[in-house]
């Protein structure tokens, strides 16, 4: 890094140009430490990001079909009496 | 031989099954072409299972192989043009909506969201164009990083952040759709939008 990066801050715009880059883990070490640092300092960006994550997390429980694993097995070894 | 080759193959592929089932259904909309799609994709799998190179990501190649059936079966479906305005594309779209809402205390934004019925969210992602919704299943359902998304749909990386950028800004719109509808959302101002 060079030295006029040492001092570098996000302002409350980086942050929602990266918000969908943090939610999704997609940072690397060095944006990820700046980017929480605002959110340290910022409560109203820290809001929306905290929304961001708890909406990620209730799309990820919610939209998922869940399957029994009986019903799976038995699709399985069905398959493999139609395909051998 | 064959018996061998079956079981390994079952091995391989029984953690990833109801990932694949979940993910078909929400792009076919209904069990039975779900039901065909995952059994085609798992012939396909299986007979060319000796392209599938030992140690690499088996979950990505065969959610790969999926999205290429799906898009060969709804080819004519697939290419339908967008009909969607961009206009209200804003970030943070319905944290915004609900933080104008002046009958929703500011502590219920999480408890809205944890209200939320799970067949408004499947709703909401079947909703969804085909492109953006893949992209938005395989990146917060199915938890697939962006390089392995743009792998199994065959798409720079760019393009995928970009169709994740408006598929959960389109989510997020029809979650507040529906919300006005079963009568969440009380403001009257919020009737217009
Ligand atoms: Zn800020």
Redesign the pocket.
Known sequence: MSSAKKHEHY??AD?EALAQRYVDGQLNDYENRLFEE?LEY?L??DKKIQFELKLKEIVHIKGREMIPDEKLKLKLKNLFTDLL | MAKEKDNSFTKLVEPHLNSLYSTALRMTHNLHDAEDLVQDTLYKAFRSINQFQQNTNFRAWIFRIMVNTFITAYRKAVKQPMKISYDDMEEFYLYKRLDETVSLQETSKEEFLENIFDDDIKNALESLPYQFRLVVLLCDVEGFSYNEIAEIVDAPLGTIMSRLYRGRKLLQRYLWKYAKERGYIKDEFSQKT
Do not use: F, L, Q
């Open positions: 302002n409350c942050i605002h910022c109203p960006c």
